[in-house]
Structure formats: structure tokens, C-alpha cells
């Protein structure tokens, strides 16, 4: 068990809704990551927040955001859903600087119809 | 952060130890190599990382050369249950950074 905890495991939706995923960081981590996985692409970093500000940005969508509240834990918001947005979202949590690595959640699975 | 290169693929037979290769020939003087490794579908799990010295926990052995130019992951023992990718990465640990992952290595460990 990595201490991250991410909420729902499943998620089936339909194109065009808007979704929810959650994260809950290891205690003590302030820094939190998402991560996409699609099957036919690797691991690819979405977006980074620290202590409840925006990081580091990667290959996220326009139609994606997230956040990171007081308490620490985080939410990433998908919209405009599309059939190409199906994959799983990985949540990991590190504490800020330093060599600590980062640890991942066992993922919410979001499949579009 | 340097990039890595590994073997698409690898098999090793149960109860002989699994040696796992990752080149990073431009990697930078504050960069750490990190092994993670990921079993079907599951979150990557955190194996081991290393500056320079070879570093050894419960789950794994990491060898760097002293150029630093390539390291090996070792499980000394694999199980049926060390099936899985195995991601080696190289990180500049001043900013706290994101993990940039590449394709991997599918290790098949087999009866």
C-alpha cells in the first residue's frame, strides 16, 4: 500500500459529460502529481501542484483542470469528455524537493461511451 | 531530465536473479536514476533510486557505473509475482520534479 488513496476506481460516462477524480496524498506529502495512461501510450504527465498551488504543467488538455485543496488533497476535472479520453489516471504524492520518490495510487479507470 | 534506454523485453526463470539494464549516457551531475516498475494495470510501485553509490533495500539491488553512464536493477531471487514493466528514470532532484517515463522493459518471469 502506497499511502495514496484515489477515489472512484471505476468510471463509465458518456462522451461530452464532465467527471470528478480524487486523490489523497501519502500524510505529510505536499506536492501532488496526475498521470494518463492510454492503452496505446505510456505513462504521460498531466500536471503537478505543491501545497496548493500549480507546479508544472505537462501534456494536459485545455478541457482538464485541477486543483489541490487546503487539506491537501486533490482533484482533477475532466470535461467535454471524449471516446479518446478512456484510460487510467494515475494520483502520486511526494514530499516537496529532495530526492523523495514519488508514490503513485492504484488509479481511476475512466472509460467513455 | 536524460533520457533512458532500455530493452523492449526480457524473460528470467523463477528463482534466478533478474538483471535489468537502463543506459542514460547524458545524464547530469544532480540527476538521480530511479526504478519503478508496473504489475498489469496497477500504479507504479517505487523499487529503488541512486546518485553514484550502489544501493540495496528489500525489494532490489541498483548497480551505477562509476561514470554513471548506465546502471542495472537486480532482483536477486524473481518470482512469478516480478512480472511486470520496469521503468528506469533519470530525475534532476533540485526542483522537485515530475517522473518522466519512457517505454520500459517487459520482464517475464517464467516457472
Known amino acids: 500500500d502506497s499511502g495514496v488513496t484515489q477515489t472512484p476506481k471505476h468510471l463509465i460516462t458518456a462522451t461530452g459529460q464532465r467527471v470528478t477524480l480524487r486523490c489523497s496524498p501519502r500524510s505529510g506529502d505536499l506536492s501532488v502529481y496526475w498521470y494518463q495512461q492510454s492503452l496505446d501510450q505510456g505513462l504521460q504527465f498531466l500536471i503537478q501542484?505543491?501545497?496548493?498551488?500549480?507546479?508544472a504543467k505537462g501534456n494536459i488538455l485545455e478541457r482538464f483542470s485541477a486543483q489541490q485543496f487546503p487539506d491537501l488533497h486533490s482533484e482533477l476535472n475532466l470535461s467535454s469528455l471524449e471516446l479518446g479520453d478512456s484510460a487510467l489516471y494515475f494520483c502520486a504524492s511526494s514530499p516537496w524537493g529532495g530526492n523523495s520518490p514519488l508514490h503513485f495510487g492504484n488509479g481511476t479507470r475512466l472509460t467513455v461511451t | 531530465d536524460a533520457k533512458t534506454t532500455q530493452p523492449t523485453s526480457m524473460d528470467c526463470a523463477e528463482g534466478r536473479a533478474a538483471n535489468l539494464p537502463c543506459n542514460h549516457s547524458?545524464?547530469?551531475?544532480?540527476?538521480?536514476v530511479y526504478w519503478y516498475r508496473q504489475i498489469h494495470s496497477q500504479g507504479p510501485q517505487y523499487i529503488i533510486h541512486g546518485l553514484k553509490n550502489n544501493e540495496t533495500n528489500e525489494m532490489a539491488s541498483l548497480i551505477i557505473t562509476e561514470d554513471r553512464k548506465s546502471s542495472t536493477l537486480i532482483l536477486p531471487h524473481a518470482t512469478l509475482r516480478d512480472t511486470a514493466v520496469y521503468y528506469c528514470?533519470?530525475?534532476?532532484?533540485?526542483?522537485?520534479?515530475?517522473?518522466?517515463f519512457g517505454g520500459g522493459t517487459r520482464l517475464m518471469v517464467k516457472p
Open positions: 528514470i533519470v530525475r534532476d532532484n533540485n526542483a522537485g520534479n515530475m517522473l518522466t
Open positions: 547524458t545524464i547530469s551531475g544532480n540527476e538521480y
Open positions: 501542484y505543491y501545497n496548493g498551488e500549480e507546479r
